[in-house]
Every structure is written in C-alpha cells, then in structure tokens.
C-alpha cells in the first residue's frame, strides 16, 4: 500500500508536521504576533470583538494604502493597466474593509458602553494609516499630524504622505499629457492642501464622457475611480450609522464631535468633478 503509516501513525502522504523552529506558515504570516495583540482594558466581553475588528481594519487600511499609492505611481509612469488592476484590487479590499462594520453594526448604547471607558481619548480619526487612505483621496490637512507627533516615524510619513501628490493629482496630470485642458493652476496647486472642485476639470471629465471613445482607458479609469469613491462614501456612511446607533448624538472619543463630524464627511464627495460632471452629458 502506498499510504503506509509512518510512526507517528500519520500517512506517508501527510504533510510535513516536523520543523526545527517555528512553522513557515507563521515565519511569513507572524500569526502568533497578530493573535496576541489584544491587550482588553475591562472585563466586558464585547470589548474583545470592538478591538479586533479594529485592529482588522487597520490592516485593511494599509492594503489599501498600498494598492493607491502602487495605481499613483503607475499613473506617474503611465502605466494605466498597471494601474487598474490595482485600483481594482482596492475595490475587493474596501467591499472587505466595508464589511468589517457588521460585527460592530448593531451597538446598543448599553453594550457600547459597558467598555466605551476602556477607549480613554482613543478615537478613529487618529488612525495614521486611515489618514494616509485620506491624503491620497485628496482630503489633506496639515492639523491631522498634530496628534502624532509623538511618534517620529509615523509622523514622518505623515508629513510625506502630506506633501506628495495624491491619486488623483496623478490622474490629472495624466489627462493632461493625454492633451486634456486641465487647467495649470490646478496642476501646480499646492499638494498639502485639500482639493477644491474645478469647474475647468468638470469639463474635462464631461468632454471625456460624452464621447468615451476618443479616450477608452480613460473613460474606464475614470468609471473605476467613481467605483473607489462609491465604496468610500459607504464607508463613511456605514460608520456614521454605526456611530449613531451606538452612541446617539454624544460627543466622541478624543472629543471628537461624534456623529456631526461623521455626518459632515459623509456628503462629501471623492474625486467630485467625476460625479458633478455626469449632469452635463
């Protein structure tokens, strides 16, 4: 017989079970580093899920992150496949990232504040990865590095994050060299600050829409932007509910002003002139 035992009692086709240190699977994935990482601060079992499915979507944060800045970089190169398929790997990970609410989705206020005190000033908006997903959609802000001062190397990154151009800078200035009349001024505004709509842009995006032919790729990059900005205003919005639901109209963790400030980000558009411009075409 072929599947004879070895002395263990295990077939000869097992798989490998004996390894001098640690197993490959946890040298590349450091298992045993993530699943010790929740250090509860009270004695509610709900707090256990609250951190874990935060801790989750920090790492969806940096996927993302990475996926936006490979599709900028490969702008900058014009590369646009390149590009896509990472824009369209994003869309996977923010529908993931989206999902990462549900187990967080039904908070009574109760349940929430059974270890709600175990946060201290800890908030959402002080996520640096988060942020990072932020300056890329063009959402910069200089004050957003203030609470990580305290950490030189986060903050460093931060600050580049901050001064570099974000996606969709680079997308504007890839339809510039396609020959699209994206106005100079937009082209060298200044990368630290948040982008403001512009009518001239507009314009651009409706030419291009309204005959999606002359430019193919660029209509399909620009369909699947308008994808990334639909998953981030669910996002958004998906938190907001959450929030409200759990917590009501009180003010937020770090003294954030709660569901206001969550309702204020939610009616703002990504990368707008791609939604405005679909009601002149």
Known sequence: MSNTLDASGAGSDAPNLDFAGTTPYEDYVQADVLTHLQHLRSDDPGEMVFLVTTQVMELWFTVIVHEWETAAKALREDTVPVAMDALKRSLRELEALNASWRPLAQLTPGQFNAYRAALGEGSGFQSAMYRRMEFLLGEKSASMLVPHRGAPRVHAELEKALQEPSLYDEVLRLLSRRGLAVPQEVLDRDLSQRYEPSAEVEAVWTALYADPDAHHDLHRLGEVLTDV??????????????????????????????????EKRATKNVFPELWTARSHV
Do not use: F, I, P, Y
Request: net charge positive; hydrophobic share 45%.
């Open 229 to 262: 900005a639909e998953l981030v205003w669910r996002w958004r919005n998906d938190h907001m509910v959450a929030t409200r639901r759990a917590m009501g109209a009180k003010t937020g963790t770090g003294g954030s002003a709660g569901v206001a400030w969550l």
